[in-house]
């Protein structure tokens, strides 16, 4: 077997094993996981703020994680979005 179509299965396999465990959030977008194993981070995208978060997946299994500023892979955008929505985008 390929290691493309192994990695695809074991992808699969973690997104399934999210939802079998009830840690399916419709707030978070999980086109762009790759998984490979517990400790390897995966990329979730918070669909709120349109931002990418370097989240492990053994604590999105646990439902031990959040979208933060912490795991963010770009802080001073979002940082930004978030400013701007709170002030009605008033301040450049």
């Known amino acids: 077997m ?32 790759e998984y490979t194993n517990n400790t390897n981070k995966i990329i979730l995208i918070d669909k709120d703020w349109n931002s990418k978060h370097l989240i492990s997946p053994g604590k999105i299994l646990t439902n031990n994680t959040k979208c933060t500023f912490s795991n963010c892979t770009d802080p001073d955008n979002l940082l930004i979005t978030k400013l701007n929505k709170t002030h009605n985008f008033k301040y450049d």
Do not use: A
């Open 2 to 33: 390929s290691e493309n179509k192994q990695q695809s299965e074991k992808t699969l396999e973690f997104l399934q094993k999210l939802k079998d465990k009830g840690y399916w959030n419709e707030n978070y977008d999980y086109s762009e996981v």
